[in-house]
């Protein structure tokens, strides 16, 4: 069992920046490919960025490239999004997950690749 546990979210005016959090339980969190989605009201969550176990390699999507920079910390069983550059379409309730098992890179990009969801944070972007 693996738990995983968002902070960072808040308003922030559109431009501007924040960092998420997400601390996750386990002994072998080296080992686990990390993600991030969205969902905003009335979508569906959609990929954001993930991330290999050992950091070395990230897949991004297109409407995050360039603006947003993910990290983990294997020491602190915690990875980083750093959103600069915040949009209008950005809001959204922000979730990381965890993939436990292996797989084909790049890091998994599809919600029902990963095994373990946080509760989410909440993003929002004031104009």
């Known amino acids: 069992q693996v738990q995983l546990v968002e902070s960072g979210g808040g308003l922030v005016q559109a431009g501007g920046s924040l960092r998420l959090s997400c601390a996750a339980s386990?002994?072998?969190?080296?080992?686990?490919?990390m993600g991030w989605f969205r969902q905003a009201p009335g979508k569906e969550r959609e990929f954001v960025v993930s991330i290999s176990g050992s950091g070395g390699t990230t897949y991004y999507a297109d409407s995050v490239k360039g603006r947003f920079t993910i990290s983990r910390d294997n020491a602190k069983n915690t990875v980083y999004l750093q959103m600069n550059s915040l949009k209008p379409e950005d809001p959204a309730v922000y979730y990381c997950?965890?993939?436990?098992?292996?797989?084909?890179?790049?890091?998994?990009?599809?919600?029902?690749?990963?095994?373990?969801w946080g509760q989410g944070t909440q993003v929002t972007v004031s104009s």
């Open positions: 386990g002994r072998t969190f080296s080992s686990y490919a």
């Open positions: 997950a965890a993939r436990i098992r292996g797989y084909n890179p790049p890091p998994p990009a599809t919600t029902n690749e990963y095994n373990y």
